[in-house]
């Protein structure tokens, strides 16, 4: 239990100080339906340490997680299993901080640590030089678009409609403070990625065009093309992963020809954390870039006395010395989840990833097969690494998926809550399948789902039946 | 051919409407070892005192702003390969780029050799 000494009077001083009436208004922003209407149900006002922990472990109970629930969500953060030895290196006091190190040479491990993670980002998307990580997935894509502005000295980004909407929210958000133009539009159903309606948006004056890779549908397609289309007029094609297990498997964007690759490292050694905090990727695909790139970079060098060491280097692009000329006004990196993700990889090492990324798609198609055999459920993908769409009969996805909950599975995101209010998506389901679902999570989706949909059905049948 | 120096500490040679341009010994000494020079595109439109280029030593990386207005020229490529040019040879071979004359006018306001020797004395 924390000691908190606030004292009613400091409280009052810093909402004045912040223009606030009371503590009540700096939680506007929070939905009413999402708030605490008044004190907690059945807890009293004064209770011992104990009555207070068991009472909220009790109310914390009713939470359906992801560790004890046939769990199927994904759409940008995926629960794949940690080993236990990872939490110990992570621990350990070589890594003496966590935290992007500002007397950087003190603390080699650290230094060592994200030079390991550079290279093995920069390996995993066929790059030659990767960052020592950004915040998250959906910021590297904005400080990707920012990079694609200086090189090409253009403004405008070609945003693919397969792009994770949040990541597009994020990049659009951005762009409303540096001018920028940011053409974006929603996902088509079908089967295959409209690659060609992509292209035949690049102009002039585009300085990059952003896809997914897996998409947003869970869709793989070959995006050499893409980077052709791109290069011809000039801009860059920056690709984006929010599943880099996938990479295991598939084309790294940087053989595609992709100049910028940026992604959400979360899916190795983090886990889902309630959202966050979670790892930023950043690589460029040739060397030349490497001055325009956002955040630190760590260098190996030897010493005086001829030893090996490691440096953060190229420093002078960043903002503590080139103020508002930097490449970024994010300097630091998420050091603790780098960190993590390294001690993962390297225990996995190549052949683990191929293997992990394996034992996920044998695992995705052996679900795709069995739902796809319950009455009411199309897949839409022709092809998929872990993830996939399915379209479902009757009422919207995101109900069903209400549904489901009921009956204890988490079976997927709906579109529906990913672009609310867009009808052509509202009966798409993505389901996402880990090397951690067991065959009896899917055969329980498979059940569950069928009777979702069928009791749907009776209903409408029955709703439509004239009263006797 | 005269030449004209700025209070940012370049230098301008000028010669049939072609201004050549680069940071005097005095900058590259303050600067320490020049490890990257970023070179303004040819065809680039620069306007006195706005951005030019950029030239990073192993402390900073420092802006060098354009003493007149005028349209890049050309670029000195032996940058890209050896920076250090700059700090062997700041005033001669490690010259930046070469910019056309819009305005003969703006040159009037520039120091000559023995006034910036006094201001930089005076710093």
Known sequence: MRYLPLTDTDRADMLAKCGADSIDDLFVDVPAVAQLDGPIRDLPMHASEMIVERHMKALAGKNLTAENTPFFLGAGAYRHHIPASVDTVIQRGEFLTAYTPYQPEIAQGTLQMLFEFQTQVARLYGCAVA???????????????????????????????????????????????????????????????????????????????????????????????????????????????????????????????????VGEGQALGVGLQFGGPYLGLFAVRDAKHVRQMPGRLCGETTDAEGKRGFVLTLSTREQHIRREKATSNICTNSGLCALAFTTHMTLLGEKGLRQLAAENHRLACLAADRLEKVPGVKLLNNAFFNEFTLMLDGKPAREIVRDLTERGVLGGVSLGRLYPGVEALEHALLVAVTETTTVEDIEVLATELEAVIASDAAHSTAQMEPAQ | MPRYFTDEHEWIDVEDDIATVGITDYAQEQLGDIVFVELPAIGTMLDKGGDAAVVESVKAASDVYAPITGEVAEGNGMLEDDPALVNSSPEEDGWFFRMTVSDKAELEGLMDEAAYKEFVAGL
């Open chain 1, 131 to 261: 960052n020592a990580s950004l915040y998250d997935g959906s910021t590297a894509c904005w400080e990707a678009v920012a990079m694609a502005t200086r090189v090409t000295k253009r403004n405008r980004a070609v945003l693919s409609g397969a792009l994770h909407p949040h990541y597009a929210e994020v990049v659009k958000t951005m762009a409303q403070f540096t001018g920028d133009e940011i053409a974006d539009s929603a996902p088509a159903i079908q089967t295959e990625p409209d690659l060609e309606g992509l292209t035949s948006r690049i102009d002039e004056n585009t300085a990059c065009v952003v896809v997914q890779y897996p998409d947003i549908l869970g869709r793989i397609s070959d995006l050499s093309e893409v980077a052709d289309a791109a290069h011809e007029k000039g801009a860059l094609l920056v690709v984006v992963n929010t599943e880099p297990v996938a990479l295991g498997a598939i084309k790294s964007p940087g053989e595609m020809g992709a100049d910028i690759v």
